[in-house]
């Protein structure tokens, strides 16, 4: 399996842009979490899908952002509209719901809203 | 809910020296502990994890981890660094339900010198 894949790579984008963010979860994983990495705050969780379903989108830090998984294979993360603040790098994990089992994640999304 | 507390933010050694990383958590349930690696650009790669058993848990690249309740710690530990283990490490908890849901350290920059 090529792991969790993440697109884009890197992205520029101007303030008050729509940005989506996209994820391939491993096959056959039925948990996926979007978490967002900044210097200040580190590693937050931002939202929680298991079987297609959003769980906990507690960590969702406002209306501007949304998650959506329509099927088991694919995700976006999208905000509208991006603020500078906003800049991050944005991480895609997968894994088996369960005991034993471990997240995945993908090689990130770096996001730079100027 | 759960947290994770990383004290050392950064932690230099010397190559083939030992290392400790700390890791102190908090929590009101039973929990599942990790430990994570980031190397630069990358995305995060799990090194060792405890579930149940054993305190002393053995990982990939040489490392391994000790479970103490009474303390709530989980360390992680080497007993000789190579440049190669530069890295990001990331210590984080998730309940016993079977979720998945990792709350995350502030992480600890390992850097190894020659």
């Known amino acids: 399996d090529a792991g969790v894949i993440q697109s884009p790579r890197h992205e520029v984008t101007e303030m008050g842009q729509e940005v989506t963010l996209r994820c391939k979860p491993i096959?056959?994983?039925?948990?996926l979490f979007w978490y967002r990495q900044t210097m200040m705050r580190g590693l937050e969780l931002l939202i929680y899908?298991?079987?297609?379903?959003?769980?906990?989108d507690s960590g969702m830090p406002e209306d501007r952002f949304s998650a959506k998984m329509p099927n088991a294979s694919f995700s976006t993360l999208k905000i509208q509209p991006s603020e500078p603040r906003d800049s991050a790098v944005y991480f895609c994990?997968?894994?088996?719901?369960?005991?034993?089992?471990?997240?995945?994640f993908g090689q990130g999304t770096r996001l730079t809203v100027v | 809910a759960q947290s994770v507390t990383q004290l050392d933010s950064q932690v230099p050694v010397f190559e083939e020296a030992p290392v400790e990383l700390r890791c102190n958590y908090s929590?009101?349930?039973?929990?599942?502990l990790f430990w994570y690696v980031q190397y630069p650009n990358q995305g995060l790669q799990l090194l060792l994890k405890?579930?149940?058993?054993?305190?002393l848990v053995k990982g990939i690249n040489g490392f391994e981890a000790e479970f103490n309740k009474s303390q709530t710690s989980f360390h992680l530990r080497k007993p000789s660094v190579h440049i190669s283990d530069t890295a990001e490490y990331f210590c984080?908890?998730?309940?016993?339900?079977?979720?998945?849901?990792?709350?995350f350290g502030t992480g600890t920059q390992l850097k190894v010198e020659l």
């Open positions: 994990a997968s894994s088996l719901t369960g005991l034993n089992t471990e997240a995945f």
């Open positions: 096959s056959g994983h039925n948990s």
């Open positions: 899908f298991n079987n297609n379903v959003p769980i906990d």
């Open positions: 929590s009101s349930v039973s929990v599942y």
């Open positions: 405890y579930l149940s058993g054993s305190t």
């Open positions: 984080a908890v998730t309940d016993t339900g079977g979720g998945n849901k990792l709350t």
